[in-house]
């Protein structure tokens, strides 16, 4: 939903397509992302359900996209201001690339760009409806960091948005360390999509992982996890409960 502020040309208010937008909330929503660093770089998942409101509309949406050549962009949120965040970092990558110095943005570099764009945007009170994890690996130093959608960013050796910062983050706080195996951190990351998925509404069981090393990036085919949900906890989960049906 969007509202339009008539804006005062003199003596005439400018006609509609200069009218300036505001999204007031996020129409069609990817849920968590979670991401690690492991030996040889940064493991990402991110399922591909699209949620409109509360009706789960769309189940094929990536999430995770490639950024030059060493970075690996996930999001939260609205799905179109992630597409027009696409867009900005597609100007800013050919940008780059123009000036043929053999020198390419590193996830640094690309992190500190996605924090200035959305403290920009937040400062104009039309926000980028997004939560943004950046991984990357460049000249052998692995990169993780998140920035919200109002700007606030940060580093870590694990991070996860939206449920994942809740449900997932307790787990990779006593799994993860920092020698980690592929096999191992995808193990890890399924475990916490696992919890997403049985906890999470917006949730689905198909899912993408992905990882940037030196080599570049590679992201998984979308496959389901196996479930179990006999739990005597999910056949009567209100029973119990105080002003239960």
Known sequence: MTFTIPIDNGD??????????????????????????????????SDMGGSYGSTLRYKNIERMKAIGKHSLLGASGEISDFQEILRYLDELVLNDNMWDDGNSLGPKEVHNYLTRV??????????????????????????????????????????ATGFGNHLARPILRDEWHADLS???????????????????????????????TEEGVTVSQPYSLKTFWEFKAFHNPTAGAEGSW
């Not at 300036?20 to 990402?44: C, E, F, H, N």
Request: include cysteine; proline fraction near 2%; glycine fraction near 8%.
């Open 12 to 45: 005439a208010v400018k006609n509609a397509e200069a009218d300036s937008q505001r999204t007031l909330y996020p129409y069609v929503t990817g849920t968590s992302i979670v991401a690690i660093k492991y030996k040889d770089g940064v493991l990402m998942a």
């Open 118 to 159: 959305m403290y920009n945007r937040r400062n104009k009170f039309n926000p980028l409806w997004n939560t943004l994890v950046l991984g990357g690996v460049k000249n052998g130093e692995t990169y993780l960091g998140m920035v919200s959608m109002i700007g606030v960013s940060f580093e870590d050796n694990h991070v």
């Open 182 to 212: 592929f096999e191992d951190g995808v193990k890890l990351l399924e475990k916490c999509m696992r919890v997403l998925l049985y906890r999470d509404r917006s949730a689905i069981n198909k899912l993408q992982i992905a990882k940037i």
